[in-house]
């Protein structure tokens, strides 16, 4: 059971330090597409990659289900735009202290997201549960 939580909290812990480097970085980059509120000592940051996290484990999997048909008619290439969509639910949600100027630069974050989750999840989380 302790080995559980440690797991839970690891890939929460990893999945947050990835969302916000991911976050960070794209808008040191290009400050004028993406902007995160450096109010408060960053809590803008931090909220909006708990709420990514979030959004990835509880609605993206519907999402998913629903726009199979699409994503297999299109070879997979749909499947960056369920994190476009959370990328705008979390502008939504945080309005001016997160912000996405544009489709392009989102689309962007949505790749460099779903290429992070998918190494996490093949090269860390996955051995660490196949493990014991």
Do not use: C, Q, R
């Not at 004028?32 to 999997?61: M, Q």
């Not at 705008?88 to 996405?100: E, S, Y």
């Not at 989102?106 to 998918?118: D, G, P, Y």
């Amino acid at each position: 059971m302790k080995k559980e939580k440690i797991k839970y909290l690891l890939d929460w812990f990893l999945y947050m330090l990835g969302y916000a480097f991911i976050l960070i970085t794209v808008s040191l980059l290009f400050p004028k597409t993406i902007y995160i509120d450096n109010s408060f000592f960053g809590l803008w940051g931090v909220l909006a990659a708990i709420i990514i996290y979030f959004l990835n484990k509880t609605v993206k999997p519907l999402l998913f289900w629903l726009t199979l048909p699409i994503t297999g008619l299109t070879l997979g290439i749909f499947y960056p735009f369920l994190n476009v969509f959370i990328l705008h639910l979390v502008h939504f949600i945080l309005g001016n202290h997160f912000v996405i100027h544009g489709i392009f630069m989102s689309f962007i974050v949505a790749v460099l997201i779903s290429i992070m989750n998918f190494m996490l999840d093949h090269f860390i989380m996955k051995p660490l549960l196949e493990k014991d």
